[in-house]
């Protein structure tokens, strides 16, 4: 059965001529300039691994295809059609069941398969980060950047906030003219409302990060969907989606997780809706995964929140006067193909003036567990990112992303730079906009 799933995986690689499009747009091929940390030359490497010439103790084999950060920045530009990331998960799986994983990524994703471990530990980090020593320590060491991921992931107001409180005092330039932070009103605590009788339902995918550690994006998510006409409601039974365990070759873990979602899911809403792209991509992917028609059917009711809000205009807010940059997610971009829908959902807010950052359709070398298992090609990918954001003038006063990791990795990229500039998922912006248009006064549930 495995050996199967994994030759049709491969068989996504068939359509590669080699042409070598691809090597541009690869994150890894453009910090080392080595063919084999680019697209053309994994696929050799895989093709390699699957008729058994070489083997899936290979250190080089190894080096090259743990390397990729799965981003799947080479697919929109392959002119002959090759499924890079199939091909991965098949090569992945394969050196899985060789060799198991390493001990760090055995304990990362032990850690996101038990709720009874994760639950706990992230509500360590929210203690932590409440503390506000995140913002106070975040810098450029190891340590230092892991407090910056952590800081970022607090709502936009509040990384504000810690600003004017000297989060980032030492940095010679919070607070600088054309930062308009400051301004930014305090969270808001708007409860939920059913929503209208005979309103489209959808049920909030929770996810581990996201409910762990950015709840203000779901409660944000639930009260604009409510503004543009959904009903959500919650489905207890919700697990991590797995999509860690997949990128990791761990499919059958995968698939215990994704098992659970869809019993959680399967038949209690017209949509499912997810504010996490790497999530997203993953479930809207749960029929391949699973093979089953229950879990195709909850696969093709999943939405990015910018696809149902994008769907229904959405309803304008009040004006907020930011400078705002975009930074697409890889999984919502290149693995959903959802380019549009965030930018309409931010069209929605008056008053922003918003652009795409340049060299949004790269990786910000976060990549789900990446960042941890090889810190040094994620700093050296993320250092290319925050060069655009430096040299984009204006300078932006926020950088929006719909991904809880690429939120983490470029806040703290930001921060290690001394550059004053938030992070926020773009249902945040039009949250606050919903607020000060008062769509939110006398909601009390
Ligand atoms: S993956 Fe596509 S772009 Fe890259 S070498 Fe193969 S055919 Fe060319
Ligand atoms: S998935 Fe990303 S890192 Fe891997 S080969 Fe493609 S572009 Fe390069």
Same mark, same amino acid.
């Given at each position: ?121 992230? %509500? ?5 980060? /409440?503390? #506000?020593?995140?913002? @106070? $320590?975040?810098?450029? =060491? !190891? +340590? ?124 209690? %809403? ?5 504010? /996490?792209? #790497?999530?997203?991509? @993953? $479930?809207?992917?749960? =029929? !391949? +995964? ?138 945040? $912006? ?16």
């Amino acid at each position: 059965m495995r050996r199967v799933e994994a030759a049709n995986g491969y068989s996504a690689l068939d359509p590669c001529v080699h042409c070598g499009f691809c090597l541009p747009a690869c994150p890894t091929y453009l910090v080392t300039g080595d063919e084999g940390d680019s697209p053309r030359g994994r696929i050799v490497l895989m093709r390699a691994l699957e008729r058994g010439e070489m083997s899936p103790h290979d250190p080089g084999l190894l080096e090259h295809l743990e390397g990729c950060l799965g981003c799947r920045g080479c697919e929109p530009v392959c002119p002959s059609g090759v499924g890079y990331g199939r091909g991965l998960e098949a090569a992945r799986e394969q050196i899985y069941h060789a060799r198991g994983l390493s001990s760090l990524a055995r304990l990362v994703l032990g850690v996101f398969r038990y709720g009874k471990i994760w639950r706990p530990l992230f %509500a360590l980090a929210r203690t932590l980060r /409440s503390t #506000g020593l995140p913002s @106070l $320590l975040a810098g450029k =060491g !190891r +340590l230092g950047f892991g407090m910056g991921m952590l800081a970022s992931s607090s709502e936009m107001t509040e990384q504000a906030e810690k600003r004017k409180d000297g989060g980032q005092r030492d940095s010679g330039s919070a607070g600088q003219p054309g930062s308009t932070h400051e301004s930014l009103p305090g969270a808001l605590a708007v409860p939920l409302s059913p929503g209208p009788a005979g309103a489209p339902t959808v049920i909030l995918f929770r996810g581990c990060v996201m409910n762990a550690l950015f709840s203000h994006v779901h409660e944000a998510t639930k009260r604009t969907l409510r503004v543009n006409g959904y009903r959500v409601i919650e489905a207890k039974g919700q697990a991590c989606c797995g999509a860690l365990h997949e990128h990791a070759g761990d499919v059958d873990g995968a698939r215990a997780l994704a098992a659970a979602n869809v019993a959680a899911l399967q038949g209690k %809403a017209d949509f499912i809706v997810v504010n /996490s792209a #790497g999530c997203g991509a @993953l $479930l809207k992917d749960y =029929g !391949r +995964l699973l093979e089953s028609s229950a879990a195709a059917m909850v696969a093709a009711r999943v939405r990015d929140v910018s696809e149902l809000l994008a769907e229904r205009g959405p309803r304008p807010g009040a004006p907020i006067r930011l400078d705002v940059a975009y930074d697409a997610p890889c999984h919502l971009q290149h693995a959903q193909r959802v380019h549009q829908a965030p930018l309409a959902m931010l069209e929605a807010v008056p008053g922003l003036r918003l652009r795409v950052l340049p060299g949004s359709d790269r990786c910000c070398g976060s990549a789900g567990i990446y960042s941890v298992l090889r810190p040094a090609m994620a700093r050296a990918v993320l250092d290319s990112k925050i060069a655009s954001v430096a040299e984009a003038r204006p300078r932006p006063d926020l950088i929006v992303s719909g991904n809880p990791g690429c939120l983490m990795q470029i806040g703290a990229g930001l921060r290690a730079a001394r550059l004053p500039i938030g992070v926020a998922h773009p249902v945040e $912006l039009l949250d606050l906009s919903y607020d000060e248009a008062g769509y939110y006064d006398g909601v009390n549930g």
